[in-house]
């Protein structure tokens, strides 16, 4: 059974700080992985998703790693801002039924970043 | 774009009384999910749809829970009875088949006393 684990479950952080979010998960066999974003009453927004055969994907400040043989990735966020304070999800893709996709996730990290 | 409708927003009920959910997915989007996401946890998958056909129902508690997708576009979660560890954050997302991307709708926050 998958299990996918997020250190530290919370973190705060002065604004203009570089941070690392950590996700370890148990099975290697995944399709994909993917962090997200949710912010409080709010649903969830993808952020960044890694295909099985990558290394890391960049969006912005954002910049995502897959270590698939590890079992980890981690998201790095580059000069935080406080417009960065939410929930940060990992999860991963084990595949559903009929190719689908099925996701497992982390229970998350609650970042906060002082102004 | 329109994106995930769910409704209502929030619902507070007692245990053993009934509670329903609804979720319009986006237009086109052939694959429904239904999560759930109890507080300081990462959302967990109760049902998968595609279209109006189930493809995933491992992990609902059949015994009290159900959904449906009438039609293959808007679709229901129904709790009957509700217990108190129904207390969540109830999540619908779709996406168009076999892509890598869902879209999350708001929620609907259950309260069970």
């Known amino acids: 059974k998958q299990e996918v684990t997020q250190i530290p479950a919370a973190l705060s952080v002065p604004e203009g700080e570089n941070l690392v979010l950590n996700c370890s998960f148990t099975?290697?066999?995944?399709?994909?992985l993917q962090w997200f974003r949710q912010d409080p009453g709010k649903g969830l927004t993808s952020l960044l998703l890694?295909?099985?055969?990558?290394r890391e994907q960049t969006s912005g400040r954002l910049n995502a790693s897959l270590d698939k043989s590890s079992g980890r990735s981690t998201l790095y966020i580059a000069a935080s801002q406080p417009g960065d304070s939410a929930t940060y999800l990992c999860?991963?893709?084990?595949?559903?039924?009929?190719?689908?996709?099925?996701?497992?996730f982390g229970k998350g990290t609650k970042l906060t970043v002082n102004p | 774009e329109a994106g995930v409708a769910q409704s209502p927003r929030y619902k507070i009920i007692e245990k053993r009384q009934s509670v329903a959910f609804w979720c319009n997915p986006i237009?086109?989007?052939?694959?429904l999910y239904w999560y759930q996401q109890i507080l300081g946890q990462g959302p967990k998958l109760l049902i998968q749809?595609?279209?109006?056909?189930?493809?995933?129902d491992s992990q609902l508690p059949k015994d009290r829970f159900s959904a449906e997708r009438l039609k293959g576009v808007d679709s229901t979660l129904k709790i009957q009875p509700a217990k108190l560890e129904d207390s969540a954050v109830y999540l619908c997302?779709?996406?168009?088949?076999?892509?890598?991307?869902?879209?999350f709708g708001p929620g609907t926050r259950l309260t069970v006393l």
């Open positions: 890694i295909q099985s055969s990558q």
């Open positions: 237009s086109g989007h052939a694959t």
């Open positions: 997302a779709s996406s168009l088949p076999y892509t890598d991307t869902q879209y």
């Open positions: 099975d290697s066999a995944i399709y994909n």
């Open positions: 999860a991963v893709n084990v595949g559903g039924q009929g190719g689908s996709e099925k996701l497992v």
């Open positions: 749809f595609q279209n109006n056909g189930v493809v995933d």
